[in-house]
Nanobody
Framework: QVQLVESGGGSVQDGGSLTLSCAAS????????MGWFRQAPGKEREFVAV????????YYADSVKGRFTISRDHAKKMVELQMNSLKSEDTAVYYC???????????????????WGQGTQVTVSS
């Protein structure tokens, strides 16, 4: 089991940028896939981005491709989500998540993840 703590959320205007961070503890960090999800009011939690254990494999939801970048720092045991060109539809609570097993195919469904952070609010106003 891994403990995950997100930070970096806030309020920005349309077109602005934010960087979310997720600090991991409780187990070795380098061998596991990490993902970001988000949940807007009244909507289901949706996949945003995922990064594999090495950091060399990533995948993004179509809605954020080209605007968001996921990365990881093994030394700091952190995963970041750089968000540029933010839109009002990006407003949501953003969650960091990790599966407990090793994965070959990058997981994109919430049920494939076992451990979740508490979430951080991102609000984009026009």
């Amino acid at each position: 089991q891994v403990q995950l703590v997100e930070s970096g959320g806030g309020s920005v205007q349309d077109g602005g940028s934010l960087t979310l961070s997720c600090a991991a503890s409780g187990r070795p960090f380098s061998g596991y896939t990490m993902g970001w999800f988000r949940q807007a009011p009244g909507k289901e939690r949706e996949f945003v981005a995922v990064i594999n254990w090495s950091g060399l494999g990533t995948y993004y939801a179509d809605s954020v491709k080209g605007r968001f970048t996921i990365s990881r720092d093994h030394a700091k045991k952190m995963v970041e989500l750089q968000m540029n060109s933010l839109k009002s539809e990006d407003t949501a609570v953003y969650y960091c998540a990790a599966p407990r097993g090793h994965t070959i195919v990058l997981p994109k469904m919430a049920y494939e993840y076992d451990d979740w952070g508490q979430g951080t609010q991102v609000t984009v106003s026009s």
